[in-house]
């Protein structure tokens, strides 16, 4: 068992970091955190998730949010997406193993993955929209949020949701607010499998070591770490039972990477449309400081004259 | 026929100067309101493009009413275009003389308008800023549509939106580089300001920039034509 995180005492806790604690902010240049906190990560265990739904509750509890009563069409899923009160959804594959025969249960904990390299940050156009703290986290800043969808087009996992109600983007904080004040995430402290583990980045690496060791002796030879590199890792991470092939669990990405389209979009065309912009208002003004005016002169109007005189009377 | 380089509402009032009607009162209306929402959506565009310019938002009230009235303003530009495209779109057809005009542009941009082809009302500069502006607007409402967030998320893709938003930013960076070309035109050949305010040009400015127009309107060629208003 990893050792729990003890209760928080009832004395009030000043907040482990703040705004001085940014290493990113959306649509701003601001000079990352001179020195960072140790980096955080939960680990998500799906070989021992039993699909209780207890940190979906969690979620929606800890977060003051409520979900619309569903309907159900014949699957556990529920809600069937994420949506924006819904920051965290169990997504359940059952899967045919061709190899053993066997069917198995593949739930996953669906929600941010706390990219180190964070799409829908670099997508965002509202400054401070979008923050990341030096220990990992990814953050929406409500009060800076316009509702343009940006960061929707920008994530490689599909997770950001706009709300129909005030139009701004929601998703899974990693309860910065807990883990502020030294707690772990609400999700985490509801499992009751330590499917969900938290504790900084290479304390998640080490326990999944372990886990990856044991399920490779109960016969899953492919069974390891999911921290895709692609984006530079995550702090949020799996352990699957079979990371050769994450799409099977609920088409998790192969190798997620922030979009080369999205790279282009706030990469050249950002710098290329401007300078061409500037370009061609430099073109005008230099053409008219060297050629002047192009004026009508007095014989252009002679001329309009007689034509008009010698043809029209 | 198809020599034929007038538009309804054009019209030579003899005098000192010649006065030439190049814009009907609606023309020039729709013009201006077509005018208005292109800067107001390059403005709110550019805002929300690069974040050096988010500053602009402040003008619209702030980033989600930016956010808010960006699209409804391209709506009103889509529909205020579609009214110029079918007053002008027969007058900008290619013609042979055009490409002459497009081969002696040295000579357009140091002002020697005595070697360039005698012009009918539009140059082939002002054909281009035409279609271009044209194809680039059908491109901006098409991309446009697919990223608005509030009412058309949910037709696409996330990786058909991203499309959409380069897409989108790419045309709308040429649409202002064609703006510039355009505006600067105006301002460049002096004279021609007051075609788009109060819908007359002199009859001398007509000479010199477009003659064929000016000589067909002389020549009164448009009572040959059914339905047309008599020009002289």
Sequence with gaps: MFPPIPNPTTQATPPKFGDADLIRKSASNI??????????????????????????????????????????????????????????????????????????????????????????????????????????????????????????????????????????????????????????????KACPTQAIVFGTKDEMKKWADLRIKDLKERGFKNAGLYDPPGVNGTHVMYVLQHADKPQIYAGLPNNPTISPIVELWKGMTKY????????????????????GPNRVSDEDERNAKRLTEGQSR | MSSYEVAPGDNVHAGDPVKVDRYTTAARINHWITAVSLVL???????????SLYFLTGLFGGGSMTRILHPWIGVVLFFSFMGLFFRFWKLNLWRRTDSVWMSRLRDVLTGQDENLPEIGKYNAGQKMVFWSMSILILVLIGSGLVIWQQYFSQYTSVEQQRIAVLVHAVAAILAICVWIVHVYAAIWVRGTLSAMTRGQVTGGWAWRHHRRWLKDLVSGKSNKKPNATPAE
């Design chain 1, 31 to 188: 000079t990352p955190a001179a020195k960072r906190q140790t980096e955080v990560a939960k680990l998500i265990d799906v070989s021992k998730c039993i699909g209780c739904k207890a940190c979906q509750v969690a979620c929606l509890e800890w977060n003051n949010l409520v979900e619309d009563v569903g309907v159900n069409v014949g699957v556990y899923d529920n809600p069937h997406d994420l949506t924006p009160n819904t920051w965290t959804l169990m997504r359940y594959t059952e899967y045919d193993n061709p190899e053993s025969g066997n069917l198995e249960w593949l739930i996953r904990k669906d929600g941010c993955m706390h990219c180190e390299d964070p799409g829908c940050l670099k997508a965002c156009p509202a400054p401070g929209a979008i923050v990341q703290y030096s220990n990992g986290i990814v953050d929406f800043v409500k009060e800076n949020c316009i509702g343009c969808g940006y960061c929707v087009k920008g994530c490689p996992f599909n997770i950001p949701r706009i709300s129909k109600v005030d139009h701004k983007a929601y998703k899974c904080t990693l309860c910065s607010d807990r883990i502020a004040v030294g707690q772990g995430p609400a999700c985490q």
């Design chain 1, 272 to 291: 290329a449309g401007l300078a061409a912009i500037g370009a061609f208002a430099a073109f005008g003004f230099l053409h008219h400081v060297v050629s």
């Design chain 2, 41 to 51: 959506l390059a403005i709110s565009g550019l805002a929300l493009f690069h974040p």
